[in-house]
């Protein structure tokens, strides 16, 4: 077991957790957790004017948030995040340069269609079979 106190003198591995309240109110509550090496849990609660540990058990009853936002905010967050530079950790690639270059294929795409059905769409000059090629 670890003493409270210890561990509140000695800030290890903290992470900023967001859940989504259970009052199904779509604000989002952030928790300080702190996860210690032999698997105990422990969540920042205020108490006395500063922030303190408690014991948690894992799958235990969520406790209050440390603090909540409503979702416009999250969103703002997140966008704020993207501009500096983070991106989800579970996508793999560089998801703007993947969408550019499937807009590039679908142009492509359109391009061919237009030329093999002889049709004309919008935006896309058909081919000129005639002269052996695209226009």
Aim: aromatic letters at 10%.
């Amino acid at each position: 077991m670890i003493q409270k106190d210890a561990l509140n003198a000695r800030l290890g591995k903290i992470e900023l957790r967001p859940f989504m309240n259970p009052d199904f109110s779509m604000d989002v509550g952030f928790h300080l957790i702190y996860f210690h090496e032999n698997g105990e849990t422990f969540v920042a609660e205020p108490k006395d004017g500063g922030l303190f540990f408690e014991e948690h058990p894992v799958g235990g009853p969520i406790p209050h948030p440390l603090f909540q936002m409503k979702r416009h905010g999250c969103q703002r967050l997140m966008d704020d995040l993207y501009r500096m530079g983070f991106r989800p950790s579970d996508i793999d690639g560089d998801t703007a340069g993947e969408l550019k270059a499937t807009k590039a294929h679908l142009q492509d795409m359109r391009y061919l269609t237009a030329g093999h059905m002889m049709v004309n769409l919008p935006g896309i000059a058909a081919a000129n079979w005639d002269e052996g090629g695209a226009e």
